[in-house]
């Protein structure tokens, strides 16, 4: 009787338990499907009222990366100067640019891919928008082409090599260093398509970012052939002065677009993303302005060769840049102006010869900068001023400082930085003139095809 | 008119409740029933013994004894079998025949035991068990045992009881949780922490000071701290996948189950406890900064090419340093000064605890309430606020209700209000004691960028200035204004019902909750720029972070134990247990402030971080104990898991188990045998089982996150999402055998375990190329881990004036990365290069990779063609025969001739060895960061009856190897470092004109072999041998006899003394062997993550333990 009772209650108490683990795992099935506020889930989208943020994205990315990037060029060139405590900065500062394992450079390249991706992203899914009709502004894909455009000419600038094409888990092989400039004629397009769409669109704004950057991404890829025409880290030598006819005339074309000293210039902030230098050099002091423009033990700052005063840009410049407490992190970049599609067609006049004339293309352009800081104009029959070449690499030294062209200033005109190690082991700046970041660490171990062939990737 | 509102139910569920308790306790009355009671004393010295469970043979029917030793509980009518188990001591049995109504009186002598097989468990052994029966391993800590131990929180209870379980202290900044491994790394990219459950329910185990605030890496709380340590009966702890597999998913890192104490029945009783204590950083660890004038006068400073101001204030000229310092100092001479002691002081700590216990037999109650305070040993007070001070006022209570024979109830509560402050510290440049040791004695000046002031002849300034020489980034006094608060409530509380439903069934249930609420604050005010000196947030700024989670535990379970006739015995064990974790961070920022404010909303840059996560685990498990003959015992069982990380939608995961404990010393023909005498003790067992660990709740997925741009709301790539993601799975399987000789006096416990973690969660880094540069978590991984546990204890006298007990126990392990699937290795601290730890195929876990120098040509593998020295050749390339680099290393002759002339360090860049050729010359192996062997050994001892003394020495040795980042910078960085005085030396020696050639060539060779460090030279001359020895604890005890006690109106009183981190032996050089970057949720609150787990050995500008002595006094009545 009593084991009986034993099992009935035993049973009951199993029936029970059973019932209540069941009800367990059924309810936890609803429980287990949480919900994410974080972030937003990759098909959301597709949803075309996306769009804006998506391009946004794309701006936001490319604005990081080129922040990210310009550190390193900067510090590699004479802009600044290392004198903090992170040794990657003074290899950099010295003229070593290729090891792949700098954990400046090796962390700025994720920043410059993510940028890449995003922009050809935001253009592919745009498209697409578009191409269904369900794209309310149009003037957004425009802005896409634009941003991509910057990314596709920054990777030409500032690296030997680089992986295109890479989409999410499949990577692509680089380009392969001979055929970087592809980068620009990639950027070239992305401005062409990018402006028939504004010009459709009547948006004045973006007609003349486009066609400047079009005409910035023609100069640099001349610039690019100037420095590689015979492999690896080989300038050409000569005069480094180089003339782009489509530039040239994109520059002309942007400039009757442009209001006095216009400038695209990326913004930050705090709500937004901070410039990713500011809080290297101003904040936390890892570098300063480089003694080639402001010595500081003497508060000597970069003076104009023709009126000695201070140059008023390259102070402007500096002082934006170095902010206050409350905007040290968030200067604006410029990644294109007037004042440069000016000097692309001083250099264009140079190029064909024209130099001596007051009223030349060469001077009317430099003096068209000059103007811009209400400085006295430049004549290039005064022989108490500067040989052409001299002032131009002036001008481009004092009117693009931080703009990410004053390496390639530096090489191609035959200059050195002071910083530039010349004992050994010999800096890269000055053993091989032309060269530029490499594919770094974290892609050299993550792309498939690099760790099959790293000879390829380096 | 008034509206009838329906009754809630949970007051119709509490109504429920009460009036089934008093219908049980009712019909307790209404049996036939007598009473056990009696005194439990150790047989040798005749005191009492608190805390020895007393129960009926068979039952969970018992009590515990109180500090006088003192037991009563009722007992049906019959004849009975009483027995007593307490850690440490050897069981006793009496027999007891009770009459309805009546009272028996059995006394009991326990004696000291070795082996403790008989102690009782529960954490992962499905119900209460015997250790005997159980294939593997569980550790019991029992809290009474640490009484008189210096061990002020959880952790440092923790800390060498169990070989297996290491105990990280971090630092020694007040209140620093340490990190907690149990036979290493598990994982390679989820939490190595093991879970922790109070009374059966799961608790915070973070660390750090959330999201958003960050000290530099130290100096953070744990939350497992938190508990109250007064209030700890005693802890299990599950060692690995073998023993957890019934908490599945979560569990592979191991469990620690704390049990909070209860009552015993009686009148109240009451106990006291006053501690007061000091602190000291030992100052022997932190070796003097070094430096040396370059100029004699401030002309020749001049005449060297230097502006004439930088000359006259802050540049090393002779002259002008021997007037700030008041004494004689001459160019190339390097003299010291100690900037790091002025940081130093006598901490200070106050413990103050009161408990009231007692009860009938219906009801016992604890309750106790301990208040913690802690200034510790970092001071410099008169430069700025920051502290290190910790405070915790901790309450704790629990309620036993046992209204029938057939039901308990308990209640318990737990809460905290803790209050803890660090100063800004380890890796950061804007932590005083970092700059203070980064500090140059001979760029002192009182002359900033923005103030000045004058030398007061002494190496000080009148006002603002910059004393102890930083060359950058802020003075020590600037960066003494940086406070790191946080201020936490913990909650924790349970209810736990059992019911035997038949004496051979019974119903238990389990439901609790952690709430935990943390507010964290960095700060520095408005005019934190005090010297004039820092860029950095002039204008002041402040950061919130308001990190909440709470955790909901639900456990039901049944346990079935049978009979199958004389020799066969069944407990069978099915339930489910389920987690529901919401953790909500959010946290803001305020920087640049127009005034003296220190709100966020008062900062000139404001911004907003948010981050919430939900995560639900549940599962069902079953598992069933044959017994044979009480000697042979086999378990299996498994758990069926489901977790939110994978839906509603994916498939569960199953974590079986089984385990084999045979004890032939139990066996009858076994005491007539030869081993008798020999072996008084001898078990085997082994067990094999698994259990998981879980990816994040959205790491699946594809997923974008927002990032803003100046035209508006924008989103960028964040995870690249896998939906193939599942737990990773860790099996285990442990073999072991328990020794006892000479009567249990002597015992030896061995364990040889092995674990494979497969489909192990890596953070892969897909080709950043690809868009998508954040790490995704991956299947893709394999660990392979192993080792002996090993455990000694011997009691070699055991007299009434001496009873001595010797431990000693040792771990050794391995564990190495066997499959990463083709993933790229992963380093510690992402880009940053100066951490060389990496998770890499083949390897340890935690390896060390980085530059080496060229060796020896004789010592290079035949037929290896990288760059190597011959004899009399240098690892240099700075000049060759014809006076210029030639590509191939220096002989002395041509060093001789380049070091005619001083020479700047920075010139002297020493050639590197790429060994593989690979083109990466700082992937070279160059050790692992955790030790072959760990462990402790000490004594116990009672003299002459009242005096105990106590010692615990720790250990690690055996391949194990620190970064010394510190002093890589102090001897290398040509800006915040090269001030230990043979860096200050070797650059003196170099740039002294009055050198030789021969001396700047021995100090080429110096600057090589021993200093040079730091980028491109990651990983050269900054790892060093770590092993050491630590005299951890020392206690004495003086137990005051009960007749002068009672003089006092005490039952019992004791006084101790105790030190903690006594001395330290160890070849290390750097600060503390101990210290680790990271501390607890330094890297990451949720305690996961590479640089979390393997950031271990990093000794990058921490503080040393601390030497801790306290005087303790505890009385009762």
Known sequence: ?458 | MRTSRPIPSSARIAATLVVAVYLCANGVVAQGTGTIRGTVTDALTKRPVDGVQVYVAGTELGTLTGADGRYQFSVRAGDIEIRTRRVGFAAEVQKATVAAGRAVELNFELRLAAVALDVVVVTGAGAETEKRKLGNTVTTIDASTLRNAPASNVSEQLSARDPAVAVLPSGGLAGEGAQIRIRGAASLTQANEPVVYVDGVRVDRSGGFGDNVGTGGGGTPSRLDDINPEAIDHMEVLKGAAATTLYGTEASAGVIQIFTKKGARGAPRWDFMSEQGFSRYPPSRYPAEAGFARWDTWQSCVAAGNDTVPCQTKLPVAGRLSQFYGTTIRPFEVFERNFVQRLFETGYTGTYSAAVSGGNTGVTYYVNGRYFTENGPFGGSNLGPAADVDRKAQATASLDLVPTDRIKVRVTTGYTDAHHETPTNNNSIYAPLTNAMFSHPELATCVTVRASSQPDGNGGCTGPGNPTGVASFGTVREDMQRTNKQDTKHFIGSINASYQALPSLAVEGTLGVDMSSQLSQGFRAFDNDVDGFTLVAPGGSKVVDNRTQRIVTAEGKTTWRRSFGPQWASTFVAGGQGFITKLEDEGSFGGVFPARLEVTVAGFNQNAFERSLQTVNAGVFGQEQLGFRDYAFLTVGGRYDRNSAFGKTSKGVFYPKASLSLQPSLLPSWAGSRFTSRLSTFRVRGAIGQSGLQPGAFDKFTTFSPLGSELGPGLAPNNLGNPDLKPEVSTEWELGTELGALSDRAALDITYWRRRTRDALYLRQYAPSGGFPSLQLSNVGEIKSGGYDIIASFLPVNTGKLSLKLFANATWMWAFVTKLGGAPPLKVGGSYPRYRNFVKEGYPVGALFGAKLPGPCSARPAGATYRCLNPGENPYDLTGPAGTPDRKPDTDAELLAYFAVPRALNLLNPLLVDENGNGDPLDHYLGKSTPDWQGAFGMNATVVRNFELGAVFEYKFGNYTITNLTDAFRKSNPMIGRNLRRAAQVEATMLNPASTAQERLAASRTWAYELKALSPYDGLNQNENGKFLRFRELSLTYNVPASYANRFGFGHMSITAAGRNLALWTPYTGIDPETNEYGRGGASPDLGGIDQNFGQAIDAFGFALPRRFTFTVRVGF
């Open chain 1, 1 to 458: 009787m009593n084991r009986m009772r034993t099992s009935l209650a035993y049973s009951g108490v199993r029936s029970l338990a059973t019932a209540l683990l069941l009800g367990i795992v059924t309810a936890c099935s609803s429980l287990l499907d949480v919900k994410n506020p974080n972030n937003v889930n990759a098909e959301d989208l597709n949803n075309p009222k996306a769009a804006p943020a998506i391009a946004n994205g794309a701006l936001a990315t490319v604005a990081y990366g080129w922040g990210a990037i310009l550190l390193e060029y900067s510090t590699a060139s004479d802009e600044m100067t290392w004198i903090g405590s992170r040794d990657g900065f003074r290899e950099l500062d010295v003229g070593t640019m290729t090891n792949p394992t700098n954990e400046f450079t090796d962390a700025a390249f994720p920043f410059v891919g993510r940028a890449r991706w995003m922009s050809d992203f935001a253009i592919k899914q745009l498209s697409a928008f578009d191409s269904a009709g369900t794209l309310k502004n149009r003037d957004d894909l425009a802005r896409a082409y634009l941003y991509a455009a910057i990314a596709y000419t920054m990777i030409g600038d500032m690296f030997n090599n680089f992986p295109i094409g890479s989409d999410r888990r499949t990577a692509a092989p680089p380009l392969g260093r001979a055929k970087m400039d592809s980068t620009y004629t990639i950027a070239i397009a992305y401005t062409t398509a990018g402006l028939a769409i504004a010009q459709a669109t009547a948006n004045k704004g973006l007609q003349l970012a486009l066609t400047a950057q079009r005409a910035r991404a023609e100069h640099a890829k001349a610039v690019w052939a100037k420095l590689h025409p015979a492999g690896p880290g080989v300038p050409n030598g000569g005069s480094g002065i180089v003339s782009n006819a489509a530039a040239n005339a994109d520059a002309a074309t942007a400039l009757t677009l442009a209001t006095v000293d216009w400038k695209y210039r990326f913004a930050y902030s705090v709500t937004t993303i901070d410039n990713y230098m500011g809080a290297w050099v101003n904040s936390r002091q890892e570098m300063r302005v480089g003694d080639a423009y402001i010595k500081p033990s003497t508060k000597d700052t970069l003076k104009d060769p023709i009126t000695g005063l201070v140059d008023p840009e390259l102070r402007r410049a500096a002082t934006e840049f170095k902010g206050t407490s409350a905007t040290q992190l968030y200067g604006p970049l410029t990644v294109v102006s007037a004042r440069e599609l000016y000097l692309i067609l001083a250099e264009a006049g140079l190029a064909a010869g024209d130099t001596l004339s007051a009223t030349g293309q060469f001077a009317v352009n430099i003096n068209a900068v000059r103007a811009l800081n209400g400085l006295t104009a430049y004549d290039p029959a005064n022989a108490a001023h500067p040989r052409p070449l001299a002032m131009l690499t002036y001008e481009r030294k004092a009117n693009l400082f931080l703009q990410g062209r004053r390496l390639h200033d530096l090489y191609r005109f035959g200059a050195r930085a002071d910083q530039w190690q010349t004992t050994t082991p010999v800096a890269e700046a000055v053993s091989a003139p032309g060269t530029f970041f490499p594919i770094t660490q974290i892609e050299l171990l993550a792309n498939p095809y690099c760790v099959a062939n790293p000879t390829v990737c380096y």
